[in-house]
C-alpha cells in the first residue's frame, strides 16, 4: 500500500518557468490538500478538494492552480514560477474531514532560481 | 483568524525523561486536533486526533489531551527515547470549513542517549 505519492521529490525552476506537481493516492480517499512548508511559518493550505472534480481554495492560492480530474489524483500547477513559491510543498488526503486522521506524501522540494 | 502556537520552539532532554509539548490555539471554535510528526526531509505523520467532544486520547507512551475552551493541547510523550527525535506540529481544524486545518509551527525534540 503506496499511501500518498508526490512526484517529483525534487525540482529547480528558473523564475517564469511552469510545472505540475503530481500527488497520487491508492486510499479511496475523498480529500486531498496541498499544503506548502516555510521555515517560521508552519503548513499553509494551498488548494484543496472534496471530491473528484471539485476544487476549492485555501489560505494562500495565489499563484497556483489545481486540478482532481480522478479520485485519486490531485495536480498542484505553477503557471509562471515566482522565487517566493520556493518552498517544500506536501500533499494529504483524508477519507473525510474532522473523523479521520491525514495522511501525508514525503514532500517536494522546489527552488525557484 | 485562528493561530495556532507551539511552546517551546526547541527542546532537548534526556532519554528516560518523561515530556509535555505544547500547543494552543485562539479560536474555540474547532472540529478537531491533531498532532502530528516529521523527521528530517520527510512527510507529516498523524499521531493523534483529538475530537472536540473528547478530552484526550492515547497511542502507546503518548497521550494527548484538549481543553477546547481555554484553547490549549498538550502531547505528554513518557519514557521518552532517542527515537522519539523530530518535529512535533499540531494541527486544529476550524468548525465551518471542510479540511482547512491551521498548523502551528512545530516543537522539535531532541532526545540524548
Known amino acids: 500500500n503506496a499511501g500518498v505519492t508526490q512526484t517529483p521529490k525534487f525540482r529547480v525552476l528558473k523564475t517564469g518557468q511552469s510545472m505540475t506537481l503530481l500527488c497520487a493516492q491508492d486510499m479511496n480517499h475523498e480529500y486531498m490538500y496541498w499544503y506548502r512548508q516555510d521555515p517560521g511559518m508552519g503548513l499553509r493550505l494551498i488548494h484543496y478538494?472534496?471530491?473528484?472534480?471539485?476544487?476549492a481554495k485555501g489560505e494562500v492560492p495565489d499563484g497556483y492552480n489545481v486540478s482532481r480530474l480522478k479520485k485519486q489524483n490531485f495536480l498542484l500547477g505553477l503557471e509562471s514560477a515566482a522565487p517566493s513559491q520556493t518552498s517544500v510543498y506536501f500533499c494529504?488526503?483524508?477519507?473525510?474531514?474532522?473523523?479521520?486522521?491525514?495522511?501525508f506524501g514525503q514532500g517536494t522540494r522546489l527552488t525557484v532560481v | 483568524k485562528q493561530e495556532v502556537t507551539q511552546i517551546p520552539a526547541a527542546l532537548s532532554v534526556p532519554e528516560g525523561e518523561n515530556l509535555v509539548l505544547n500547543c494552543s490555539f485562539t479560536d474555540s471554535a474547532i472540529y478537531n486536533l491533531q498532532w502530528f510528526r516529521q523527521d528530517p526531509g520527510k512527510g507529516l505523520t498523524s499521531l493523534l486526533l483529538i475530537q472536540s467532544s473528547q478530552r484526550e486520547q492515547t497511542s502507546g507512551r503518548l497521550n494527548a489531551s484538549l481543553d477546547k475552551s481555554s484553547g490549549r493541547s498538550t502531547l505528554y510523550i513518557a519514557a521518552s527515547q532517542p527515537g522519539d527525535s523530530a518535529t512535533y506540529l499540531c494541527a486544529v481544524e476550524r468548525d465551518t470549513n471542510a479540511g482547512k486545518s491551521t498548523f502551528g509551527d512545530g516543537t522539535t525534540l531532541t532526545v540524548k542517549p
Open positions: 478538494s472534496v471530491g473528484e472534480g471539485t476544487t
Open positions: 494529504a488526503s483524508s477519507w473525510w474531514t474532522g473523523t479521520t486522521e491525514a495522511f
